[in-house]
């Protein structure tokens, strides 16, 4: 992983400055006043309940004294805020103090942790807007290359998994080695001799844990690749569940899943199990530092070679707050590892180029005017494999009705797709109105254009807005006048809700024959000068059939259109019949001319319309 990932989660914290400021500054202020709490609980056990006279005594020594060492200067300090007259009055002010610098620490900690949840929803949210905005930029190359499921996990689990290590990484890289650093300043306060020996052990600790997190690194990125697994497998099904229960397959659909989730909770369990070794294997070092600590302040002690109870206590309840924040460090590896396995994927799917762009000041198409032209067209899908297309060239008139027959795979779909740009050329050019289409910008290319494809595509929404799709400006007459053109007026009104009837998903709830109308009704509400047009080959009743078709007649009307056509009435209506065999242009003419020919034309023709 290199170091920029690391630097671009920073960036991504840094953005939201003025949170982490104000979140840090309530940590400063909670960690203080954290020592301040345990450093009075000290005071409480040993001064006030047990050795009260000889605290009088020696707070008048210090008073007196000139030069007080660190420690002694703190325990005056604090003994001139708490001591009263009696212990009583003592314990009275030390109780309402511990109460007051408890109540204030607690704001802190809940300001600390409030504004920095604000900083990570905020990235949340950012990172999802971004991801979002750039995959709409991307080129629909890249959706046959990615997996739908993919893209998904990255979106919702990445992001969550990122933000989870980024407030881990504030947490523990910033607000605990302070924590840590004030609470090692006073044990060295207290007694350096102590201090030395807890900071040579302590660091043994470190060692065993940064082993641990190194191993769990590699294993949650397999874990996520995973559950991206299983989403892809969700998603495919449910898409075609349809398929699955017609073939009967829905025990091997479920064999395949179960397997994917076994995989998953075996990987998982290992995860977990180094994960939750870590706490284990720190406390018990804890342990370890600590009962050597006692055992040696202990005897200082009861020797009496320099060191107080007092003292003693306070270090060993400093002590023992410590070891909280470094076992907290232990696993920030950990965190901080799967969160930057996540912000690596997030930011490669950020980094992926669209491979269609536009040119710097791309022309303005305007309306289409004279002509549609393939010159010379040669294409492949990726770089190096088969030629799909092989020096295609062909002209559309404006006003044309030109219709794409081949058998299938010779590359007719293709042919459409490069008109709007879905793909680019990869050598040879097509020019609309003598524009090269790479010159002209995507938004006004594609404004030009109807595209209705074979599969009907239509969201969860209601008739309306499927057919006012992305032109929700025009008004509902224009709207229903685009249903009555396509055929679709009357059953869209035999609906219980009309226009305002939800469609299901894909539109599940209408029939074959109605979606193709809605989506006629679509493309003619768009009025666009060039039409691609993809027949569908789904056997439809005849009266659905004829509808459709008078449906796409009056889509084709006074248009330029280009038709992969799979109807005979369509064929031979058309002015130009293009015929493509292995993505070549094989012969080109009008019905009558092609069928004399008696060519590759007249043996489609008796193949599919006879
Ligand atoms: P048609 O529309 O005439 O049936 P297509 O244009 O769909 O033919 O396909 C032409 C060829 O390109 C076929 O061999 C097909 O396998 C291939 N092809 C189509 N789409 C893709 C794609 N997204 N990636 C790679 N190859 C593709």
Request: with cysteine; glycine share 6%.
């Amino acid at each position: 992983m290199s170091k920029s990932i690391y630097k671009r989660m920073g960036r991504l914290m840094l953005s939201h400055w003025p949170y982490i400021l104000l979140s840090s500054i309530s940590a400063l202020l909670f960690v203080l006043l954290n020592g301040i709490s345990i450093w009075l609980t000290a005071t409480l056990i040993n001064n006030i309940l047990l050795d009260f006279d000889s605290i009088l005594k020696a707070q008048s020594e210090w008073a007196a004294k000139e030069f007080l060492t660190p420690n002694e200067s703190l325990k005056y300090w604090t003994n001139l805020a708490i001591l009263r007259e009696t212990p009583s009055d003592s314990l009275r002010v030390l109780c309402l103090t511990i109460l007051f610098v408890f109540f204030i620490k607690n704001i802190f900690l809940y300001l600390k942790n409030i504004l920095l949840y604000m900083v990570q929803l905020n990235i949340v949210k950012d990172i999802r807007d971004k991801l979002y905005i750039h995959i709409q930029g991307l080129s629909l190359g890249y959706f046959h290359k990615e997996k739908t499921g993919s893209i998904t996990s990255t979106i919702i689990n990445d992001v969550e998994q990122l933000q989870g290590s980024l407030s881990v990484a504030f947490q523990k890289l910033f607000v605990e080695p302070i924590n840590i650093l004030i609470f090692a300043t006073l044990l060295f306060i207290i007694s350096w001799k102590l201090a030395l020996i807890a900071i040579i052990i302590i660091p043994l600790a470190g060692i065993a844990i940064i082993a641990i997190g190194k191993s769990i690194r590699r294993k949650s990125r397999r874990t996520q690749k995973k559950i991206s697994h299983i989403m892809q497998i969700l998603s495919e099904t449910l898409s075609s569940i349809r398929i699955v229960k017609a073939f009967v397959n829905e025990k091997e659909e479920i064999k395949k899943f179960s397997k994917e989730t076994a995989n998953y909770l075996n990987l998982h369990l290992k995860r977990a199990r180094l994960d939750l070794i870590a706490a284990p294997i720190t406390e018990s070092f804890g342990v370890v530092i600590g009962v050597i600590l006692l055992w040696y302040g202990g005897t200082e002690v009861i020797l009496q070679k320099g060191l107080i109870p007092e003292d003693f206590i306070r270090f060993i309840l400093i002590l023992f707050s410590i070891l909280g924040p470094i076992k907290q460090m232990s696993n920030v590896n950990i965190k901080i590892q799967a969160g930057a396995a996540s912000a690596e994927r997030i930011f490669t799917l950020l980094d992926t180029k669209p491979q269609i762009v536009e040119i710097k000041n791309p022309i303005n198409l305007g309306k289409f005017k004279r002509s549609l032209e393939f010159n010379d067209v040669h294409f492949e899908y990726q770089e190096g494999s088969e030629l799909v297309l092989d020096s295609v060239s062909f002209k559309i008139d404006k006003g044309e009705v030109v219709a794409l027959v081949g058998p299938s795979g010779s590359g007719k779909s293709t042919i459409a797709d490069l008109i709007p740009r879905f793909y680019d050329t990869t050598s040879g050019d097509i020019a609309i109105d003598g524009n090269n289409i790479k010159d002209i910008s995507l938004s006004s290319l594609r404004s030009n254009m109807g595209i209705v494809t074979q599969e009907v595509i239509l969201f969860n929404d209601t008739i309306r807005n499927n057919i006012s799709y992305a032109q929700s400006e025009k008004s509902d007459d224009l709207v229903r006048e685009a249903a009555r053109a396509a055929n679709a007026l009357e059953f869209i009104e035999n609906t219980p809700n009309g226009f305002e009837t939800i469609v299901g998903e894909r539109g599940v709830k209408l029939s074959g024959g109605q979606k193709q109308r809605i989506a006629i009704a679509r493309a003619l509400l768009k009025n666009p000068s060039i039409l691609i047009l993809d027949e569908a080959t789904s056997a439809l009743d005849t009266e659905s059939e004829k509808k459709v078709q008078t449906a796409i007649e009056s889509l084709m009307k006074d248009r330029t259109a280009l038709v992969i056509a799979h109807r005979l009435s369509t064929v031979q209506k058309a002015d130009k019949i293009i015929v493509i065999e292995n993505g070549k242009v094989a012969e080109t003419g009008s019905h009558e001319s092609l069928f004399e020919k008696n060519g590759i034309y007249k043996r489609l023709y008796d193949l599919q319309f006879e």
